[in-house]
C-alpha cells in the first residue's frame, strides 16, 4: 500500500482482514500519527525512498493511494518488476459492485453527489456517498464476511468484474482525477461530467493529461449505460465523443 492516508489506512484494515501481509510505505515521517491504528499483519515503512524496495519480497500487487503520482519513480519500479497495480476501487468493485452513479469535473461534484443521493433518499433506496467524498469506498467491504471476502479476491485483479450486492444498492460515487487515473475497469450505471477547467496539473503535467483521466468515467463498453454531459462544459466536443451511445446532455444558464 502506497500512502498513509484515509485511504491507505482503510484498504490496510481490508487486507488485514483477509489475513494478507502488507507492506505500508509512506515518504513522510507517520509512525507518531499512525501508532495504534494498524493491524499487526500490517508492516511500516515511512521515510520510504525508491533505494529500500529491495530490502523487500516481491509483491503479488500494490494499491496507490490517490494523490501518488502514477508516473513516479516508485511506480515506474513496480510497473518494471510487473507487479499488478490496483487501485482502492478496484479491490471495493471486485467486493461490491459498480456504483450506480459517478460523477466528475473540476467543479460541483460534492454538490451533485449529495443531491443525487439525497433524491434517491427521498424515492425510499438505499443510497450511500463513496469516493471523494464521505467514505472510502472500500470501508463497505467491511460488512463481508472474511470467508466471502477470500472467495472474491482469490483471483485479484481478475475478479475485478465481479459483482457483490452492493450493486443493488443506489450507491453514488465521486470521482476526482487521481481514483478515475488508475483504474483497471470501471462501467456505473450513469456516468455524469459537469466540467473541464486546468486543475491538478502538479499531478497530470498538462492539461491533455488531467483530461484524459477525466475522460475514463466514460471508459465502459456495456451499450446499456448511460452518460450525463453539461453543454457548458470546456472542450464539449471532446466530452460527447468520448462518452457512449446513451447520452443526456443539460445545460446551466
Given at each position: 500500500m502506497i500512502g498513509a492516508g484515509i485511504t491507505g489506512l482503510a484498504v490496510c484494515k481490508f487486507l488485514s482482514r483477509l489475513e494478507?501481509?502488507?507492506l505500508l510505505v509512506d515518504e513522510g515521517a507517520v509512525a507518531e500519527r499512525l501508532s495504534g491504528s494498524l493491524p499487526?499483519?500490517?508492516?511500516?515503512?515511512e521515510n520510504f525512498s525508491l533505494d529500500k524496495i529491495a530490502e523487500f519480497d516481491t509483491f503479488h500487487f500494490a494499491v496507490p493511494s490517490p494523490g501518488v503520482d502514477l508516473n513516479g519513480p516508485l511506480m515506474g519500479e513496480l510497473k518494471s518488476r510487473e507487479v499488478i497495480i490496483l487501485s482502492e476501487f478496484d479491490?471495493?468493485?471486485?467486493?461490491l459492485g459498480m456504483p450506480r452513479v459517478a460523477v466528475t469535473g473540476t467543479n460541483?461534484?460534492?454538490?451533485?453527489?449529495?443531491?443525487?443521493?439525497?433524491?434517491f433518499l427521498a424515492a425510499g433506496e438505499d443510497s450511500r456517498l463513496?469516493?471523494?467524498?464521505?467514505?472510502?469506498?472500500?470501508?463497505?467491504?467491511?460488512?463481508?464476511?472474511?470467508?466471502?471476502?477470500?472467495?472474491?479476491?482469490?483471483?485479484v485483479p481478475a475478479s475485478?468484474?465481479?459483482?457483490?450486492?452492493?450493486?443493488?444498492?443506489?450507491?453514488?460515487?465521486?470521482?476526482?482525477?487521481?481514483?478515475?487515473?488508475?483504474?483497471?475497469?470501471?462501467?456505473?450505471?450513469?456516468?455524469v461530467f459537469l466540467n473541464i477547467e486546468d486543475d491538478h496539473l502538479e499531478r497530470h503535467r498538462d492539461f491533455?493529461?488531467?483530461?484524459a483521466a477525466k475522460k475514463r468515467i466514460f471508459s465502459s463498453d456495456d451499450s446499456?449505460?448511460?452518460?450525463?454531459?453539461?453543454?457548458?462544459?470546456?472542450?464539449?466536443?471532446?466530452?460527447l465523443m468520448a462518452a457512449g451511445e446513451k447520452r443526456l446532455l443539460f445545460g446551466v444558464a
Open positions: 494478507l501481509k502488507v499487526e499483519s500490517v508492516t511500516l515503512a479491490l471495493a468493485i471486485a467486493c460541483g461534484k460534492t454538490t451533485t453527489v449529495n443531491i443525487i443521493h439525497e433524491m463513496v469516493g471523494n467524498v464521505g467514505r472510502p469506498f472500500i470501508e463497505e467491504a467491511a460488512e463481508i464476511n472474511p470467508i466471502e471476502l477470500r472467495s472474491i479476491l482469490r483471483a475485478v468484474d465481479r459483482a457483490g450486492d452492493f450493486s443493488q444498492n443506489f450507491s453514488v460515487a465521486e470521482m476526482s482525477s487521481y481514483q478515475l487515473d488508475c483504474l483497471v475497469e470501471f462501467s456505473p450505471n450513469v456516468a491533455d493529461s488531467y483530461f446499456e449505460n448511460w452518460s450525463l454531459i453539461c453543454l457548458n462544459t470546456q472542450c464539449f466536443e471532446d466530452v
